[in-house]
């Protein structure tokens, strides 16, 4: 029940926002931030959960043909999706404030909350219809948010690259599901024995590869993003980089993954070379970038590629740094997007050459957007740091090879966030018009500053998120669920213990308890290690 | 009881012969009080299809033959009448809206409608060739006059031409496949065909062959589709309306007799049709991107939809049947849904048929325009609305029907993508532009309201509880499995 608040509380405020007249703002802009918060703050009681224990909640829906239910489910690995979801959809409907005309606030606020309640969805989906009712209701609000509320022609056609691109990404995916259910007979598969050929298998595993490939964006199925992020109003390229762009590699962690272990592995080789591909591109191509939000575009391309190769190590140290690096790029994505809105909303312009000096006038910009290029460009201290820190850790032990490119990109990501920085912040103030204030508002601020919170608490400690996950990483080691991964990891832990000698007697026990059952505490000793 | 030495069940026939005095009423009325109303023609149009609903209602589940094996009434054909019935009802309440400067009376009109739809229901129970083609046949001629009842506009002169020539030749095709498949098996009735068709002669794949275009060209599969813009486009609003939806329910109803009961889903007879399908579910979607005009749009989406509809013949008989029922209550629904939106707007008439009068629809009629977009997301097959799950339900059958089954799975979902521009683009115009132009003077009839709401409703109730559907046809979910 609370779980369905959580989902259906945005939804419920957009409607109400229907039965307040267009003209009266004021009431308009509370009923929506009051709405986003509380959900915030409801998201926040699924902290107290036991993290071994999913708290799932399921109804029957569709019996005959094949048999689905309503089943939503917050365990350790949607938890932290969740509330990554409703943190960011505070601050982008907080943010929409200022973008929206007046006469089509109403309309703005509806859509992004709506937005929110499908992303929700998406991520307390337990079922696979259910999973896909909102993968594919989620191009809605997007679309129009895009068209209607953004006002500039290029807007209007990265609408419809976005519209098709995703649109065929969810057609495949139904492909998949439709082909999966048809042998299953059931859209519940998490925890099923699967008895696919393996041919058949990893082509239905190609599908759902494909569909997460094109959301998240990996190169090269990523053309529909750069107009999308650059376009599109701030508040929603917030979101849509910031928590949409994660809907694929839920999906690979929630379903793909634990279901098709086996199609995993074989394909596993071709997805790890697009993701370095991916690292690779972003990074270079975003140190070539003159307009910002471009910029910041292709540095997520990059990011993100990250998580791909995280996954596709299929190293239980990746594979779960690979959520805090989600939830870590979330907040960074975010924050970032939103202060570029905000210098672009003062300084009228994206294009790098065009201003400078920024900070000199406006120090408390500079303190955020410090923060968060810094963060972005992996300083230690901050949650972009813990996380590509541990990836690279992980899967160094699995994909040596791949991940030594990979880390080229560190070097990259200082060279392009420092452009970006020093570009908009330093230097003698260099503006294409006069403008009488560009300090952040205390609105600005505030809305920003709890993203920033979150990065620098993660951090601090990422211990606090990464000690949470392993038990929604029991697919990783099930052997009932997935035989091939849990070798590997085990293989993995060998490797471990050979090269890294201190750790030795670590891994050692850990590996031997795997190999005898398992059980959630068993990834505990692997990290710490690494804390 | 019995007459002429053939046994005859009235409870079968008790749905046409409650229509029939409905329709001769009407008639009856007009001719006696030439000032009688509108609504109290229609009124009458409506009482009678739920006079007929309720005749229907003791045959659920039942199987029946009658007319010495001519007509039954069974599973196969309640589902079928339900959906004519309903679209009937539909048709009445978007009708009411017409403008005394179209031609025809309303009784004619009236009348002429549930004459069409007992056209309908005789095809969905005709258990042998002639009362097929008596079916098909006065379906169509009294579509023939609706086509024109517009006929103060030329175009709608033109469609009633173009419709009667080329749906003539297409009864040509089927009355001489007829004559040929009777040839091979000796007999018009169905089971004898069945028993013709598990060894087939080469008069039998003749006769066969032309029945299918005959059939094809009613179901407007592409390439016997080219009538459809023009006719589409020409006939008064309701009329086309009902066109798309009757015409495509009956004749489905013959396609899936014959697939199951004649030939077995998986004969290689039905090749030509699986092409057919495919390229309709390309064509149609393709040829809907340029139109400009709403009801040609609607014209080539409901070719593809035909398209998506025979992949449920693709499947093993019973969840194939059950999934092209679903498919069509969504689609009638939907499409009905959409009709009723343009009818409201338009008040009647056709100002809502150029997509340039729906920019900038959301600041000035924002319910009708979010009843829209709805029932273009579910042409579109976009999740919670009724397409989508009966676009699952396709699949699902496209994948049990072997490699024909799929390459129509591919057509399906590329069509699809299509139809995401097609549809969006719409809803773009709708809800993208800020200029609105003052409020239209609007009609305060309640009847297309309450068609829209039918739509909607029905548009969003089989979406998100499809079961609701099953619940309502046991016998579809017992043996789904």
């Known amino acids: 029940m609370l779980i369905d608040t959580v989902i259906f509380l945005p939804l419920v405020t957009a409607l109400a926002l229907l039965l307040i007249p267009r003209s009266s703002t004021a009431a308009l802009k509370g009923t929506a931030l009051v709405g986003a918060v509380a959900t915030f703050a409801l998201s926040l009681t699924f902290l107290t959960l036991d993290p071994n224990v999913a708290a799932d909640q399921s109804v029957p829906w569709i019996s005959g043909t094949w048999l689905a239910s309503y089943h939503v489910r917050v365990d350790s690995l949607r938890l932290f999706f969740v509330i990554l979801t409703t943190l960011v959809s505070a601050a982008c409907i907080w943010a929409a404030f200022s973008y929206a005309q007046i006469e089509r606030l109403r309309g703005y606020l509806f859509l992004i909350l709506a937005f929110e309640t499908t992303l929700l969805g998406l991520f307390t989906a337990a079922d696979l219809l259910l999973f896909y009712i909102y993968w594919d209701l989620m191009l809605i609000p997007v679309f129009l948010l895009l068209t209607g509320y953004s006002g500039t022609q290029a807007a209007r056609r990265a609408a419809w690259s976005y519209l098709i691109y995703n649109g065929a990404g969810g057609l495949v995916l139904l492909l998949g599901i439709v082909a999966l259910v048809t042998q299953t007979h059931s859209f519940e598969v998490s925890g099923i024995q699967l008895t696919l050929t393996p041919q058949v298998e990893g082509w239905i595993f190609a599908a759902f590869a494909l569909a997460f490939l094109i959301k998240t964006p990996v190169f090269p199925f990523h053309s529909w993003m750069p107009p999308t992020y650059t376009y599109a109003p701030s508040p929603v390229v917030a979101l849509v980089s910031g928590v949409q762009s994660k809907a694929g590699l839920f999906g690979l962690l929630a379903f793909a993954l634990p279901v098709f272990p086996r199609a995993a592995q074989v394909w596993a080789p071709a997805l790890l070379v697009l993701a370095v591909a991916s690292i690779l591109y972003g990074a270079m191509t975003a140190i070539g970038e003159r307009d910002t939000k471009t910029l910041v575009a292709f540095s997520s391309l990059s990011h993100l590629g990250l998580v791909w190769l995280a996954l596709f190590a299929f190293d239980i140290t990746s594979v779960s740094a690979s959520i805090l690096m989600v939830v870590s790029h979330g907040l960074i994505a975010a924050a970032l997007f939103l202060l570029l809105g905000f210098i672009e909303q003062r300084v009228g312009t994206r294009d790098l050459g065009q201003f400078n000096g920024l900070s000199l006038r406006a120090p408390r910009l500079a303190v955020f957007m410090l923060i968060a290029a810094m963060a972005a460009l992996g300083l230690p201290g901050l949650s972009g740091f813990a996380g590509e820190f541990l990836i690279l850790i992980g899967s160094w032990q699995t994909q040596p090879l791949y991940t030594s490119l990979a880390l080229i990109s560190v070097v990259l990501a200082c060279v392009y966030m420092l452009v970006l920085f020093q570009g908009t912040m330093h230097g003698p103030e260099r503006l294409p018009k006069p403008v009488a204030s560009l300090e952040l508002r205390p609105r600005e601020m505030w809305l920003v500053a709890p993203l920033l919170a979150a990065i620098i608490f993660l951090g601090v400690w990422p211990g606090w998120l990464n000690d949470r996950t392993p038990a929604a990483l029991a697919w990783l080691r099930d052997g009932s669920s997935a035989n091939v991964v849990a070798q590997i990891y085990l293989r993995a832990s060998g490797i471990t213990s050979a090269r890294v000698n201190s750790h030795r007697h670590v891994s050692l026990r850990a590996a031997r308890k795997i190999s005898i059952g398992p059980s959630i505490e068993q990834a505990r000793p692997l990290h710490g290690e690494l804390r | ?481």
């Not at chain 2, 173009?162 to 040509?172: E, H, I, P, R, T």
């Not at chain 2, 004649?262 to 040829?287: K, R």
């Not at chain 2, 579809?476 to 499995?481: D, H, P, R, V």
Request: glycine fraction near 12%; proline fraction near 4%; include cysteine.
């Open chain 2, 1 to 481: 009881m019995t007459a002429f030495g053939i046994s005859i069940s009235w409870t079968v026939l008790a749905p046409i012969v409650t229509l029939s005095i409905g329709g001769l009423l009407i008639m009856i009325v007009d001719l006696l009080s030439r000032r009688a109303s509108r609504a109290l023609l229609y009124g009458i149009g409506v009482l009678s299809c739920a006079a007929a609903f309720a005749t229907l209602l003791p045959l659920f589940g039942q199987s029946i033959t009658t007319l010495g094996g001519a007509f039954v009434s069974d599973k196969f054909s309640w589902t079928f009448d339900g959906i004519l019935l309903l679209t009937l009802a539909m048709t009445f309440l978007l009708s009411s809206l017409r403008r005394a400067e179209d031609g025809g009376s309303p009784g004619s009109y009236a009348a002429l409608l549930i004459f069409c739809t007992i056209g309908g229901i005789v095809m969905a129970g005709a258990n042998n060739l002639i009362i097929i083609f008596l079916g098909i046949e006065q379906l169509s001629l009294a579509l023939y006059v609706l086509a024109g009842t517009g006929f103060p506009r030329e175009a709608s002169q033109e469609a009633a031409l173009k419709y009667v020539l080329l749906g003539s030749l297409a009864s040509g095709f089927l009355i001489f496949g007829s004559a040929l498949l009777y040839g091979s098996a000796g007999s018009v009735g169905l089971p004898a065909l069945a028993s013709a068709a598990s060894n087939p002669t080469g008069l039998f794949v003749a006769g066969f062959a032309l029945f299918l275009v005959g059939l094809a060209f009613k179901l407007a599969l592409v390439p016997f589709h080219t009538w459809v813009p023009d006719v589409y486009e020409g006939s008064p609003l309701a009329v086309t309306g009902f066109m798309s939806v009757a015409v495509k329910v009956a004749a489905f109803s013959i396609l899936a007799r014959i697939v199951y009961q004649v030939l077995g889903h998986d004969s290689v007879a039905l090749i030509p049709l699986w092409v057919l399908a495919i390229l309709s579910m390309l064509v149609g979607n393709l040829g809907a991107i340029p139109q400009k005009n709403l009801k040609r749009l609607l014209g080539f989406s409901s070719i593809a939809q035909a398209g998506y509809i025979v992949v449920a013949l693709a499947g093993v008989g019973h969840s194939g049947l059950s999934t092209m029922l679903f498919y069509l209550v969504a689609y009638a629904f939907t499409t009905l849904g959409a009709f009723a939106v343009m009818a409201l707007l338009g008040d009647g008439d056709d100002s809502y048929a150029q997509l340039d009068a729906y920019r900038g629809l959301h600041l000035r009629r924002p319910w009708p325009a979010a009843a829209m977009a709805l029932f273009f997301f579910s042409l579109a097959g976009i999740p919670a609305t009724a397409g989508f799950y009966g676009k699952i339900l396709l699949l699902q059958q496209a994948f049990s029907g072997g490699a024909w089954g799929l390459a129509m799975a591919v057509a399906l979902v590329a069509g699809t993508l299509v139809s995401f521009y097609v549809y969006g683009k719409v809803v773009w115009d709708m809800y993208s532009s800020a200029e609105g132009e003052a409020a239209q003077p609007t009609g305060n009839s309640l009847a297309p309201w309450i068609a829209v709401a039918a739509g909607a409703v029905g548009t969003l109730v089989f979406g998100i509880l499809p079961q609701a559907f099953y619940a309502s046809q046991p016998f579809l979910s017992a043996g789904a499995k």
